[in-house]
């Protein structure tokens, strides 16, 4: 590896099937993912945003993929293999492993991943604009029709529900499209043009840096994909035993599994039923922490929740980083403990409400860790982009693109975002450094996840603070009592425009596509031609997109977003690009030496533990520590991280990596115990249909 630890358990093999031994994916894979990638993305808004019920997506190893992939390889693959020679063929793991990736790759679009953010902030300006807070008055000289909607008829409506028309015949009302051809399309024609141009900027720079970076992170150094390890394998087990892999006869696993569907059994049936008791995966210490410091510990520290799922998969994780992650976050508590005894917050953030000493640290950690990432791929980085002004000196057949077009297409890439910005007025040094920021931070998430083997990754800002933060909204350089240097940071175009884009791209991480399509190119080692399943990806994308939005739009005018359950999609999403710029344009928000401070600890934090792990095998700090403890992934996986370790370590002690290996049915009985579990509670709440009773078994 590139810091010079290896990790506890050798990472999958990823040479499973030579390059000339992979396969186009069959039609029958192809056929059949796309059909559940547009089941999930019709029915994923409904699911989350309606009945707020336990999400088909989520994280980075979304549930929904992994529960009909394992569904498909297990129970069914059982029946097929035993059926008449000829009627139908068991699915073999290249086509298991095809139908996941591409469920995998479209699965956060529908929700945080994309639409879950956008399409409420579209028509929440107009909705939400009053006398009270001159949203028109400060923010309309510089909005556009491609940014969100301008009447205020269509806008309403969407948040309070349009009136009654006659259904078109012969199609329920519950399918929320029987007034489909009453609802306003086009007020929202402009807004989804403009945001297509920046989707499509957007997710094409994720495919591409992808596509160059898969050589370097897996045949260089080796990192270990540990959310791919649990799919690969039962697929692989799943057609050399048909159907059912040695693993489902392990007492271990059976142990295990049963002991969390019976928990979750419980847990789903107090909450459906009060009057049973209470009983959550989660050990709630307010009550007792009353006392000052430690009633200045946020609540993620009191209320300490276990998530099975979370350490089932750090079976391939390196101790090291689940060491950090909850060290990191005790130290964070120890600050806030600090910090609350003094009366003090911590810092302000321009745009956002987590205090500044845990948002900038952060923020140069991602950007610390993608320019160590630059650094240490240099020479493979060096051929890649040769090969796009000249004959490429490599073989790039059996990477997701090839290494002129990925390198081409980042450029166009980021072309594409540069001329949205400056079509939109903001000026070339800001939304160069915006859009570097952007691919920085969605560089280092995935690193999070290939590398770390973390399921959920997020970050506590976005780019532009870091010049409004850092540098206030005029940066002045002062010598000797005169002013040496000064300029405007951001203008009020600015503030208004740059979170039309950071708001739906870059404030809710935890479905982001770029570490979901970096495990898609990793399913390909199951046979799977990797050019053509990332195309096939690609498509998928497309496809989900193409079902999701009007499904999206018309929930809206169905139901009255302003009603749904779901609060931070609706209604956070739909005053969070709008609120701040509005407050700030109007505050003087000096350059402040403090959070420049706080952002140089973050970096020099970052590099100090890359440089050390490369030097010293002796040094446990992990950087990645900082990236999830200091963000929503820390607050809610950061105690599930210290049982892993904890486990984990004694593990190792008593019996090293053998013992290890032998452990792999008890984590991967944490998995399934917990994914079959979510797959009853997810029906149950799609049949009652009570977003006060359903039972969430994943972070809302």
Known sequence: MADGHEADVHPITNDLREPSHRRAPSRRATLIGLFFVAVLAWLTPYNDSVLRNTYLAGTNFPLAPFGIMLFLAVPVNFVLARLRPGVL??????????????????????????????VPQIAGYRYGATHE?????????????????????????????????????????SLSISRWHHIPWYAWRDPLIGYSVLTFGVFLGFLCLVSILRRQWVERERYPYPLVQVPLEIAEASEAHRGLPPLFRNPLFLGTATLVLVLHTHAGLCRLYPHLGRFTFAIDLAPILTEPPWRYLEGSMKYLRIYPLAIGLTHGVNTEVLLSVWAIKVLIGIQQMWFGSRGEYGGE??????????????????????GWILWTARDHLRT?????????????????????TAAWGFVLSVAVLMG???????????????????????????????????MLVAARTVPSDTLVGLFGKTFRLSWGGSTVLQFDSVTPRELAVLPIFESPFGKDLREILMPNAANLTQAADAGVNRRRLLALGAVAIVLSIAVASPRKVALGYEYGAATLPDTWGFRTAATLPFDWPAQFMVRDFPTNTTNILYFLEGAAFVLGCLVLRSKFLWFRF?????????????????????????????????????????????????????????????????????????????PT
């Open 420 to 454: 949205w910005f400056l079509y939109s007025g903001v000026r070339f040094p800001v939304a160069l450094v915006v859009v570097l920021v952007f691919f920085a931070i969605a560089t280092g998430c995935t690193w999070l996840v290939c590398q770390g083997g973390q």
């Open 89 to 118: 063929r068991p699915f073999t793991a290249a086509e298991l492993m095809t139908i996941w990736a591409v469920m995998l790759i479209a699965s956060g679009i529908p929700s945080s991943g994309l639409l879950r953010m956008l």
């Open 384 to 404: 890649v982009f040769r090969c796009a002004f000249s004959r490429c000196p490599v073989d790039d057949s059996d990477e997701p693109m090839s290494y002129r």
């Open 349 to 370: 953030v321009a745009f956002g409400w987590d205090p500044a000493y845990q948002c900038y640290p952060q923020l140069a950690a991602y950007l610390a860790l993608s």
């Open 622 to 698: 992990h950087p990645g520590g900082l990236l999830i403890a200091a963000s929503f992934a820390g607050d809610v996986f950061w105690f599930s991280m210290f049982l892993a370790w904890a486990i984990k370590s004694v593990i190792l002690y008593l019996g090293g990596a053998r013992l290890l290996r032998n452990a792999k049915p008890f984590y991967y009985g944490l998995v399934i115990g917990h994914t079959i579990s979510w797959v009853i509670w997810m029906v149950v709440g799609l049949v009652i249909q009570d977003e006060t009773r359903t039972y969430p078994l994943m």
């Open 133 to 173: 807070n001159l949203w028109e008055e400060r923010l309309s000289p510089h909005l556009r029709s491609y940014m969100v909607i301008l009447d205020e008829d269509p806008a309403t409506e969407f948040y309070t529900g349009m009136p009654d028309g006659p259904p078109m015949p012969g199609i329920p009302g």
